[in-house]
């Protein structure tokens, strides 16, 4: 293709890309109940989209895969926020959480080595059911099926290590 025939296709594609980055707008403004969060999350789709192209995959139909690209990315941040909440609950069970922002930080890194070193004294499959479960978010059935074991033994493993945790609060 020439630069006149190219540069001809190119307002078109500009005029595509301008309809559907608005209306990938308006609809994860809808799911997310935030313009500004749905602007980041279709800028991001694009460029993803614009990598693969770069990268030579072929991509069918532009629009649904903008689509699928923002859902995943709505799922992946629900999950990231999801495990974050998760360690934040797990981190609570070490220690209370009230301190300024430096010391904060500070004291979240202090935790979290106690709760390394209370996992590292736990018989293995107690620690690694309370790991499955609290930081990686597995329902029982999940890490009972991940570890050979019926979702009671994990819920039994799962109960002793939060107590585990809690005992050795104070210390």
Same mark, same amino acid.
């Given at each position: 293709?020439?630069?006149?025939?190219?540069?001809?296709?190119?307002?078109?594609?500009?005029?595509?890309?301008?309809?559907?980055?608005?209306?990938?707008?308006?609809?994860?403004?809808?799911?997310?109940?935030?313009?500004?969060a749905?602007?980041?999350?279709?800028?991001?789709?694009?460029?993803?989209?614009?990598?693969?192209?770069?990268?030579?995959?072929?991509?069918? +139909?532009d %629009?649904?895969?903008?689509? !699928?690209?923002?859902k995943? &990315?709505? #799922?992946?941040?629900?999950? *990231? $926020?999801? =495990?974050?909440?998760?360690?934040?609950?797990?981190?609570?069970?070490?220690?209370?959480?009230?301190?300024?922002?430096?010391?904060?930080?500070? +004291?979240? %890194?202090?935790?979290l080595? !106690?709760?390394?070193?209370? &996992?590292? #004294?736990?018989?293995r499959? *107690? $620690?690694? =059911?309370?790991?499955?479960?609290?930081?990686?978010?597995?329902?029982?059935?999940e890490?009972?099926?991940?570890?050979?074991?019926?979702?009671?033994?994990?819920?039994r493993?799962?109960? !002793?290590?939060?107590?585990?945790?809690?005992r050795?609060?104070?210390?």
């Amino acid at each position: 293709m020439s630069p006149p025939e190219a540069g001809a296709l190119a307002v078109p594609l500009a005029r595509a890309a301008a309809r559907t980055y608005a209306e990938l707008v308006n609809f994860f403004s809808r799911s997310l109940n935030d313009r500004d969060a749905a602007r980041d999350l279709v800028q991001e789709a694009f460029t993803r989209l614009l990598a693969m192209q770069a990268g030579g995959a072929p991509v069918a +139909d532009d %629009r649904a895969l903008l689509y !699928r690209v923002g859902k995943n &990315l709505v #799922v992946s941040d629900a999950r *990231r $926020r999801a =495990a974050e909440e998760r360690m934040l609950q797990t981190l609570a069970l070490v220690g209370p959480d009230s301190a300024p922002s430096v010391e904060q930080q500070v +004291d979240a %890194r202090q935790r979290l080595e !106690r709760l390394m070193a209370r &996992l590292a #004294v736990m018989p293995r499959k *107690r $620690r690694e =059911a309370f790991i499955l479960v609290r930081i990686y978010g597995y329902s029982y059935a999940e890490a009972g099926h991940a570890m050979g074991l019926n979702a009671s033994a994990v819920d039994r493993h799962v109960v !002793r290590a939060v107590f585990d945790c809690m005992r050795h609060r104070g210390s």
